[in-house]
């Protein structure tokens, strides 16, 4: 994503949707969007100083939560 403060929230918008239907992090959800929002937020601000030229390369992956019991 370009390096604009403006690009943040359609990104993680898109990733939260992902994954709310995956549902790998069942009612943590806000907690994850949170964390994405500040990450990007820094590396566009901080790392990148909002340079609209310089990308944030963001990798994810979900798969569905798996409920472990303990022994």
């Known amino acids: 994503m370009p390096s604009k403060i403006q690009a943040i929230s359609p990104l993680v918008d898109r990733l939260v949707r ?3 239907g995956s549902q790998c992090v069942p009612g943590e959800e806000f907690d994850v969007e949170l964390a994405l929002r500040e990450a990007l937020e820094n590396a566009v601000v901080h790392g990148n100083q909002q340079d609209p030229d ?3 390369h963001v990798a994810a992956a979900a798969s569905p939560a798996r409920k472990y019991q303990s022994s």
């Open 54 to 56: 310089t990308k944030v």
């Open 18 to 20: 992902l994954i709310e």
